[in-house]
């Protein structure tokens, strides 16, 4: 079966600050990993997503992640945060055979202090 | 256009009440999904349809009932509700149900339970 632990229920950063929110997954071959983030009272939007190929992953509002198999980990990082990137963030993995179907962390909350 | 709307945004219906909640997407998409999330917790899968036939239920109540009467279209609805169903419904659609498919998610609607 497949998991994903978020270790940090919770992180403040200040704004301009770098900022690393951590994402470890199990899962018996090659995952299917994904990073969201869900605005308060908002759907979920992906930031980006990683099958295979470079493990080093560019997503959209100046994510990245890293894909790190002999750490069963996918972590996301942003160089310089934004007040606007407070936001619950969830990581998720899925398998290619089970489609439409992901397990998510529980997710992770980001507060950016001014 | 990459937008999934949902209505309505928010719903009170007490337990003996029947209600339809609706999603709408017209991007072509073949799969659609239904979530149930509570506070402060991960999205649950609920239901998905590939080609307008349910491919996935999650085990859940038939006090909920999802249908879908057109590719575009995708509706759930409640009967005889309890108050543990209170959460946010969200409502998703995909190019296809495999992984390496981005789902889309509306806004949801906030169900509350009396």
């Known amino acids: 079966a497949q998991s994903v632990t978020q270790p940090d229920i919770h992180i403040t950063v200040s704004e301009g600050a770098s900022l690393e929110l951590r994402c470890n997954y199990s899962?018996?071959?090659?995952?299917?990993l994904f990073w969201y983030v869900q605005s308060p009272g908002q759907g979920l939007q992906l930031l980006l997503k990683?099958?295979?190929?470079?493990?080093l992953v560019q997503g959209i509002k100046g994510f990245e992640a890293e894909f790190k198999r002999s750490q069963s980990s996918f972590n996301l990082r942003k160089p310089s945060v934004h007040w606007s990137d407070a936001a619950e963030y969830f990581c998720?993995?899925?398998?290619?055979?089970?489609?439409?179907?992901?397990?998510f962390g529980d997710g992770t909350t980001l507060t950016v202090k001014p | 256009d990459t937008e999934v709307t949902q209505t309505p945004k928010h719903l009170v219906m007490g337990m003996t009440n029947k209600k339809s909640l609706k999603c709408e997407q017209h991007?072509?998409?073949?799969?659609m999904y239904w979530y149930k999330q509570k506070a402060k917790k991960p999205p649950e899968l609920m239901f998905v349809?590939?080609?307008?036939?349910?491919?996935i239920n999650e085990s859940v109540p038939s006090r909920f009932s999802p249908e879908c009467p057109n590719s575009s279209l995708l509706n759930l609805h409640l009967h005889a509700l309890q108050p543990e169903d209170s959460a946010l419904y969200l409502c998703?659609?995909?190019?296809?149900?495999?992984?390496?498919?981005?789902?889309?998610f509306g806004p949801g609607t906030r169900l509350t339970v009396t």
């Open positions: 990683y099958f295979s190929g470079d493990t």
């Open positions: 899962y018996g071959a090659t995952p299917y």
């Open positions: 349809y590939s080609y307008e036939k349910l491919s």
């Open positions: 998720a993995v899925g398998a290619f055979y089970n489609a439409g179907k992901s397990t």
């Open positions: 991007m072509g998409h073949r799969a």
């Open positions: 998703a659609s995909s190019q296809g149900t495999g992984n390496s498919y981005e789902q889309y």
